[in-house]
């Protein structure tokens, strides 16, 4: 069931039962929120709160779970970005409590718990299953696998479970790591784990001279744990480049000439040699073509009947992209449409009240691609928007 927070809940927790989604509010300085709820041995509770990555609160959440007698038994700070999650294995039958507070999430003078009316969150508490992430973390669009995918826009749920995750969905050929078959011919979008602390993957790439090696890591993007480390490799072993993050939540990107035709490897790490099932990441290798990528500001847009409205779209060119971009729409409501413009797309209805999800594209002679926005999380591309139609 999904509850509303019910205040106080400081001293005396809130009972809930063990499958509940609570939408809460720390709403002041100092407030800290309480949800009990009886455990039985054995069992394995899982809590995750969203707040900061996903419905944008300016907080730094922090749970624990707490025994009747006020011992803190598990606790959690930061899990998907500042985000944290609790797994928890039960050891007797008894009445627990998941506990909410929170810090600022730009650190300021505060001295204590944090709060105010904008520290909105979602706790998911369940003993059931719960989908951490999606694997694998890409997937060649238009392809059919065994995945759960809602529509077009990557986002996976687990049947009878809580959570969800996203899978980006490629226009090239997608793979799973398999250190007995590293070859990679570009393009191409590899979904890893590091599993074991100090494991490195090395994926082999046949270089020519002159070709242009594009490779973009991506993982605390994705609200997973790697700190993504990457080497190029020449046939000798001499390392010719190596990148690292250079801020926090920001992906890691590669790019280079082949000097010399030659068999390349890249070489993926975690910066502090850290490992497990949290620890995976996407790694897509570009063939350093001319492309480009579309994106616009704003998820949802409002279209009065009879008028027009222009959508702005960004267009970032890479490698020396220069054809003309012809910008279209895909799955308009009836009574809708599209007409290409120099800066984007405009809009017409010549009908009344109408809803519904479209999607952007813009078209060369040779190219497609999706204009994606991020919604609340300014790494979590998505490529469906919403329109809405109003009467005059």
Not at 243 to 259: K, S, V
Not at 273 to 289: C, I, M, S, T, V
Not at 382 to 389: D, F, K, M, P, R
């Amino acid at each position: 069931p999904e509850v509303e927070e019910q205040e106080p809940n400081d001293e005396k927790p809130q009972p809930i039962n063990d499958n509940t989604l609570v939408n809460g509010r720390l709403s002041k300085s100092g407030d800290v929120d309480g949800y009990a709820l009886a455990l039985k041995k054995g069992q394995i509770l899982t809590a995750s709160l969203m707040a900061e990555r996903w419905v944008g609160s300016p907080m730094d959440g922090v749970l624990q779970i707490v025994s009747e007698r006020g011992f803190v038994l598990a606790q959690n700070n930061d899990h998907n970005r500042l985000d944290p999650q609790v797994v928890f294995t039960v050891p007797e039958d008894a009445t627990y409590v998941v506990r909410v507070f929170a810090f600022p999430s730009m650190p300021d003078s505060t001295i204590g718990f944090s709060g105010n009316e904008k520290y909105i969150y979602r706790l998911t508490v369940t003993t059931g299953a719960f989908l951490d992430y999606a694997w694998p973390l890409a997937e060649t669009r238009g392809t059919s696998k065994l995945l759960e995918v809602e529509s077009d826009i990557g986002l996976v749920f687990a049947k009878g479970g809580a959570g969800f995750g996203f899978v980006r969905l490629e226009p090239h050929p997608c793979v799973t790591y398999d250190s007995s078959s590293p070859k990679r011919i570009t393009p191409v979008t590899i979904s890893g784990r590091l599993l074991k602390p100090g494991e490195r993957h090395l994926h082999q790439i046949d270089g020519r001279k002159g070709q242009r090696l594009e490779a973009i890591i991506e993982s605390a993007s994705a609200g997973l744990a790697l700190d993504p480390s990457l080497r190029l490799l020449d046939p000798t072993g001499k390392v010719l480049s190596r990148a690292q993050a250079t801020a926090l939540y920001r992906d890691t990107e590669l790019a280079f000439t082949f000097p010399t035709d030659g068999v390349y490897r890249l070489e993926v790490t975690d910066a502090r040699g850290e490992a497990g099932p949290q620890h995976a990441y996407r790694l897509r290798l570009l063939d350093g073509k001319p492309d480009f990528t579309l994106s616009v500001n704003a998820d949802r847009f409002t279209l009065v009947a009879g008028k027009t409205v222009d959508i702005p779209v960004t267009v970032t060119r890479r490698n020396g992209h220069k054809d003309e971009i012809n910008f279209g729409a895909e799955g308009l409501p009836m009574g809708v449409t599209a007409e290409s413009t120099k800066t984007g797309l405009r809009l017409k209805a010549d009908t009344k009240i109408v809803a519904g999800p479209f999607r952007i594209v813009g078209t060369t002679k040779t190219t497609k691609r999706t204009a994606r926005t991020t919604l609340t999380d300014p790494e979590g591309p998505i490529e469906w928007l919403w329109l809405g139609v109003i009467a005059k």
